[in-house]
């Protein structure tokens, strides 16, 4: 394993200087959800140049690349491609030239991470085995990974690794876990409808503003107290909606947020619960209440076989005290978790963070280290190869 490891290094050292000004281009020119065509034709003529078999507008703007033995068991890797609607802050020579749009999430370096395994790959001839690398669209809607699994991606697929940026690490070291490693997630919406009226005369009318108020505090105050704190929910709203003028009491008032949760047996309880309290508290001030729960991913659960291998695997680029074996899994939502739902797998934490530390995710401070793309390709390369059980020579 050890001698794979120092040809692994040579050929990231090699490919290397190239994959980051590719990686620069891709935050200089971020793409959101679903419409990720220049950056998915980019990749794809990058892979093609390598030899890899390639597909497109898989899953929409999906890419999907294989090489190998197509009689053998198949070993996949899942990278996302997708941007946010975030205004960026860095001050980068390569920043976003896309105004409100921003690379803020890491996934142009999952994305570089991808094209980097598959240029060291492409030095193997597998001969017993099928390596599918899996450029997925809109992650960050959590819609990508099933528009890819209708279209049969995970087929033959035995093992299915994946990777997602941590700013909570520094540069060189990496998280696992076995087991659950992110949050169910939902998306809610609620709607309170009261009756508008004179701002001057509130008692005439049922002020929906103000019971939204209720609502959101409600809410908060029935976790903290109505559920097992060993069971930890978070409930977050992002928008409030509702009103026209000043002095006019709103008849209408929409609230989105989202909801996580890392128990399945409870996250299945909570539209009901949730239904309850806020019907409660509306109906007690004369309003009515709508309440559309949306969910939005189950959790990733690791496999702990995989995660083992991953492990095993990074010791020979990193030593032990840097494989950070995590405690808890995040509240943050992953639409990975789906891909798992058909086939086993893990995904690993890759820290980003520089001597300075990094902002966190969804920021438009995000500035990760590029450093961490060297790491992120060699793990990744060893742990593909050594899964597929073969020992070739690269």
């Known amino acids: 394993m050890k001698d794979l490891g120092r040809k692994i290094e040579g050929l990231v050292e090699e490919i290397l200087p190239d994959l980051i000004l590719f990686r620069r281009h891709l935050h200089a020119h971020p793409e959101l959800s679903g419409q990720e065509y220049q950056t998915a034709a980019l990749v794809a003529g990058e892979l093609r140049s390598l030899g890899w078999e390639v597909k497109e507008a898989v899953g929409k ?5 294989e090489m ?17 609607p975030i ?17 803020a999430c890491g996934h142009d370096l999952h994305t570089c991470i991808g094209l980097g395994v598959a240029k060291v790959l492409s030095k193997n001839k597998f001969t017993n085995s099928r390596i599918r690398i899996i450029f997925q669209p809109a992650e960050e809607i959590a819609q990508g990974a099933n528009w890819m699994r209708a279209e049969k991606v995970l087929e033959g697929i035995e093992a299915l690794f994946g990777v997602h940026v941590y700013p909570d690490l520094p540069v060189g070291k990496i998280g696992i876990r076995s087991g659950t490693f992110t949050a169910a997630a939902a998306e809610l919406e609620i709607d309170i409808i009261g009756i508008g009226g004179h701002g001057a005369r509130p008692h005439e009318c049922i002020d929906s503003i103000w019971i939204a108020a209720k609502v959101i505090s409600g809410l908060q105050e029935a976790i903290s107290r109505r559920l097992d704190a060993l069971k930890p929910v978070v409930i977050s709203f992002g928008k409030i909606s509702g009103g026209n003028a000043f002095n006019v009491i709103a008849e209408r008032v929409k609230l989105l947020g989202t909801v996580r949760c890392l128990d399945t047996n409870l996250y299945e309880k909570l539209p009901t619960w949730i239904e309850k309290i806020v019907q409660n508290i509306a109906s007690n001030y004369g309003a009515q209440a709508n309440i559309n729960f949306k969910s939005i991913a189950p959790p990733v659960c690791n496999d702990p076989e995989l995660t083992n291998l991953l492990s095993n695997c990074a010791k ?16 943050g939502a992953e639409d990975f978790a789906f891909f798992l739902q058909d086939v086993p797998g893990t995904m690993f934490r890759l820290g980003v963070a520089g001597d300075k530390g990094c902002a966190p995710l969804h920021s438009g401070y995000f500035s990760l280290d590029e450093r961490s793309l060297e790491l992120g390709i060699k793990i990744l390369s060893q742990t593909i190869v050594m899964s597929t059980k073969t020992t070739q020579e690269i």
Do not use: C, W
């Open 61 to 65: 703007t999906g890419v999907v690349a």
């Open 68 to 84: 190998g033995n197509k009689r053998g068991p198949v070993v996949g890797l899942r990278v996302d491609m997708d941007a946010l």
């Open 316 to 331: 020979n680029f990193i030593d032990e005290k840097n494989i950070v074996y995590l405690e808890n899994p995040s509240l």
């Open 87 to 103: 205004e960026e802050r860095t001050g980068l020579d390569y920043s976003s030239s896309t105004q409100g749009l921003m690379h």
